[in-house]
């Protein structure tokens, strides 16, 4: 398939308004000495590619995201071996290797987004070359899988990524979408153009109430776990954690929580998001017998830091775009709770 006439054939719709492109300035958590570089925020004519570097996703079933991205005033590029399958992989490791290495490296590739989670990424983080990433960064997109990717760049590189949905999240029909939906879609391209981010959440009443400012960091509760004690390994220190995921146990959630809570992430933070968490139901007869909040509310009882609960992020349909790595400001009041990029 000649990949630019594809691309060429699919409908662009009006551009979205342009927010200038420009570099941020590094920000200073008031709890770390942590700096992060921002990529440049995206422009009217910049270009997204398209990589599927973890699970397989069919090219036709990219279509959707790459005519709304381009509806966005954006060009979209698709990586050479996206639309491959290896088994459960997009691609064999090497053409997967291939693909990210590329888009890496590529100038004129201004964001990343990925074309699903599934799982592959901790398969070939090592043979990726960063060089010239941290010279001309770009917004790598996704979540899930995508997370060993944040936590590697965030942890070696100091630069800022999007935790967010990815096109395999895309509705097929625009015009049919959902009003939540198109917030959590929209959500991205905001993110991308630097306008403002500022979510809310209702009250719970397990949430901690407090105030905290700082770099916002997390994502994938199992991947997280996963990669500790790795090159990749997240590093939490003064940060806001922000944790997620999808098909556990109650018991393997404690076991990841026991895992955060041993390796010292929960030690020194700013402030603590939990996502969504689908759970898989226990088997009857060996009910765990503890809910998400008396897990997390255990493992942080030491700790004074706030604790927000039920956050519209993770694997649901309120996964509203977060942007790893930027300074933030999280609010936990009897009201509910907020969470602001600054």
């Not at 630097?194 to 400012?213: F, K, L």
């Not at 997390?218 to 997240?234: A, E, F, K, V, Y």
Request: glycine residues 8%; aromatic residues 10%.
């Amino acid at each position: 398939m000649n990949r630019k006439r594809f691309i060429s054939s699919l409908v662009t719709a009006g551009a979205a308004l342009s927010t200038p492109g420009v570099w941020a300035s590094a920000l200073k958590s008031s709890y770390s000495k942590t700096y992060h570089k921002i990529p440049p925020y995206l422009k009217t004519g910049d270009t997204i590619g398209i990589i599927s570097p973890s699970g397989y996703m069919s090219l036709t079933a990219i279509i959707p995201s790459v005519q709304l991205i381009q509806s966005w005033g954006f060009k979209v590029e698709i990586g050479d071996n996206t639309g491959k399958k290896d088994f459960i992989y997009g691609g064999t490791d090497e053409e997967r290797v291939a693909d990210l290495q590329q888009m890496l490296d590529n100038p004129n590739i201004k964001a990343v987004m990925c074309a699903r989670g599934g799982y592959g990424l901790v398969r070939i983080i090592d043979r990726l070359d960063f060089r010239k990433f941290k010279k001309n960064p770009k917004w790598i997109i996704g979540f899930s899988d995508i997370t060993a990717l944040h936590c590697h760049i965030n942890r070696n590189f100091g630069i800022a990524t999007l935790h967010s949905k990815m096109c395999n999240s895309f509705p097929n029909d625009w015009a049919k979408a959902d009003d939540m939906q198109i917030a959590t879609i929209q959500s991205i391209r905001q993110a991308l153009m630097g306008e403002n981010i500022d979510y809310s959440s209702p009250a719970v009443a397990q949430n901690r109430q407090g105030t905290a400012e700082a770099i916002l960091t997390g994502g994938n509760l199992s991947l997280i776990t996963t990669l500790s004690g790795t090159p990749s390994d997240l590093d939490t220190d003064g940060k806001i954690l922000f944790v997620e995921d999808t098909h556990e146990y109650l018991y393997n959630i404690d076991r990841m929580f026991w895992n955060l809570k041993q390796t010292g992430k929960l030690s020194h933070l700013a402030g603590l998001i939990i996502g969504g968490f689908q759970l898989t139901p226990d088997i009857e007869s060996e009910e765990f017998g503890h809910t998400i909040y008396d897990i997390v509310t255990e493992k942080v009882k030491d700790y004074d830091y706030p604790v927000c609960f039920d956050f519209p992020v993770g694997h649901q349909k309120n996964n509203f775009a977060l942007k790893c790595g930027v300074q933030h400001v999280l609010e936990v009041s009897t009201d509910g709770s907020t969470l602001k990029a600054v």
